[in-house]
Each structure stands twice: as structure tokens, then as C-alpha cells.
């Protein structure tokens, strides 16, 4: 902790070490790898438009990874806004260039971000992890599902950007909503964030590989199926709050071969649901490990 007599400084928290930068490249850019290049920067507004804006002007490659140790504007689905203390959560993102993939299959690449993250943390922090579809990281505090991270994806030059935002160190007074959490919170073995970092970016280039051997299919890749075994959103009754203002309830039965999330309302009908904000009802949750 810092003594009481020590000046403010809010980057001088030593329970919240600074990432090693030169560390990470070391152990996660290889001649073989997706990832090509790694930077860490103090401070800045949102690493998705940052990286977004270097897309369009053609100055990065596929396997970009920008990390920030505080975002001051990040940004979470349907505009909203993704703030935290410095140093207390991993906010990185990613560039990918699915290539010659027919981009109808590119609407998987965000999923495929969140599967691998879901999977990564749990094996590096201990922690039972789950996926509220389409994008928001799941974990458990004190009994009560709390989203802990979630993922934004924009297309951007010729690729994708991948956004992810994780709260790792977050204490109950600096949540940002009743309905946040963090893996500390949640009884994580550790919150090493350099050992966390590494565990996702492995984890996702693993399931980026495999999603793109298969030509973007998900269900050949296995990437449809772990996606639908982690999701706590199946098997739950839902309200799916739409574009334009409408909402559709039903029972969320599974994710299609497009990464839709199929509803069964109570006509009857099987309704897919491609865009929107899922409230979560009634039912049982899943967990990916």
C-alpha cells in the first residue's frame, strides 16, 4: 500500500503494478504467431478507436495488440460508456484480417473474442466464467451474476478491430454499477495482469486458428458449439430489447449457424435475434471452463 504521508498519485498504487510491456512481447510475438505487434501506452481515450483509426489509415497488420493502463472514454455496445481506476483491469484491442473469409462470417469474430477470454481467464485466474450473449463476460460475486469484462467489435480497413474490456482489481466501491463485478470480487486466484493478458491473447489465437483453417465456419472450427456450451444466456427466459425500440421475449434455445440467438416465444415461433440488448428473466446459468 502507499504510505499515508506519500503525495497523491492516482498511478501509484502498488497493488496495481504496470504491465511489462517488453515482457509481453517476449512471450507473445514469435516468427509463427498471429501476433505481430504489442504496445502499451499510459493513458488514452479508447484503444478500439485508436487502433480502428490506424486501420483505416493502413498502418498496422493483423495481429495488433494495443494496451492501455486507463481508457478515459472506452466504449461498450450500443454506446455505452466503459470506464475503471488505472491499472485495475486489462482494456486492450485487437486487429484481425479474416481475408479471404466471406465477411457474412465475420459477425462470428466478437463471439469467437469472447469465448476465448471466457476460457483464458478461467484457467488463469480460477474462476468460473460465463458469456451473456452476444459479448459480456460473466462471473459470480457473492452468489449474484456480475458482468465482469465485455467485447466490441468494428470493422476497420481491411479487418476487424476487437475490443476487450475485463475488470480484474475492481473493489465493491469503485464497481460502476450494481450489476458490475471483477475477477477479484469473484475469488480469483490471481490478478496478475501480465499472466492473465497472455492467457487470453493465447487463447484467442488458438480459437482465431482454428475458425479460420475451417474457412469461418463455426460450427466445422467446434467454435458454435464451445460458444453455445459457455453461454448463460441459453436455456433462460430472456427479453431481447431490439433496434428501433421494440423487445421480444422467449426462451433463448441456441445459437445458430449465423451466432444469432434463437428465441422460442410463446407462439411458438423460433425467432432469431441478431442485434439487441438480452435481459436476462428467469432460468438456470451455464458456465465455460
Known amino acids: 500500500m502507499t504510505p499515508p504521508d506519500a503525495p497523491h498519485n492516482r498511478w501509484s498504487d502498488l497493488d496495481r503494478p504496470p504491465l511489462n510491456g517488453t515482457a509481453l512481447r517476449r512471450g507473445l510475438l514469435r516468427p509463427d504467431a498471429l501476433w505481430t505487434s504489442l504496445e502499451v501506452v499510459e493513458s488514452t481515450g479508447s484503444t478500439n478507436t485508436d487502433l480502428a483509426g490506424r486501420a483505416r489509415d493502413g498502418a498496422v497488420g ?132 501480465e499472466t492473465l493478458l497472455r492467457a487470453v491473447l493465447r487463447s484467442l489465437e488458438d480459437w482465431y486458428g482454428r475458425w479460420k483453417a475451417a474457412d469461418g465456419d463455426a460450427a466445422a472450427s467446434g467454435l458454435q458449439a464451445a460458444y453455445a456450451a459457455g453461454c448463460a444466456t441459453l436455456d433462460r427466459t430472456v427479453r431481447a430489447e431490439l433496434p428501433g425500440g421494440t423487445s421480444l421475449v422467449g426462451e433463448a434455445v441456441a445459437i445458430d449457424g449465423d451466432g444469432r440467438l434463437v428465441l422460442s416465444t410463446e407462439d411458438g415461433l423460433q425467432q432469431p435475434v441478431s442485434a439487441g440488448d438480452i435481459v436476462h428473466l428467469r432460468g438456470a446459468a451455464g458456465g465455460l471452463t
Do not use: H
Request: hydrophobic share 45%; aromatic share 6%.
Open 62 to 193: 493483423e495481429g495488433t495488440v494495443l494496451v492501455a493502463e486507463e481508457q478515459t472514454a472506452g466504449r461498450g455496445r450500443l454506446e455505452r460508456t466503459w470506464t475503471a481506476p488505472p491499472r485495475s483491469g486489462l482494456f486492450f484491442s485487437v486487429y484481425l484480417e479474416p481475408g479471404d473469409i466471406p465477411v457474412e462470417r465475420w459477425g462470428w469474430v466478437p463471439l469467437l473474442a469472447g469465448g476465448a477470454a471466457a476460457t483464458g481467464l478461467a484457467k488463469s485466474a480460477g474462476v468460473d466464467m460465463s458469456l451473456k450473449w452476444p459479448n459480456d463476460l460473466l462471473v459470480s460475486v457473492a452468489g449474484e451474476e456480475r458482468k465482469t469484462g465485455g467485447i466490441l467489435g468494428e470493422f476497420a480497413g481491411d479487418g476487424i478491430v476487437v475490443g476487450l474490456g475485463i475488470n480484474v482489481s475492481l473493489r465493491a466501491d469503485e464497481l460502476p454499477a450494481p450489476t458490475a463485478g471483477s475477477l477479484a470480487l469473484a475469488g480469483a486466484v490471481s490478478t496478475d495482469r
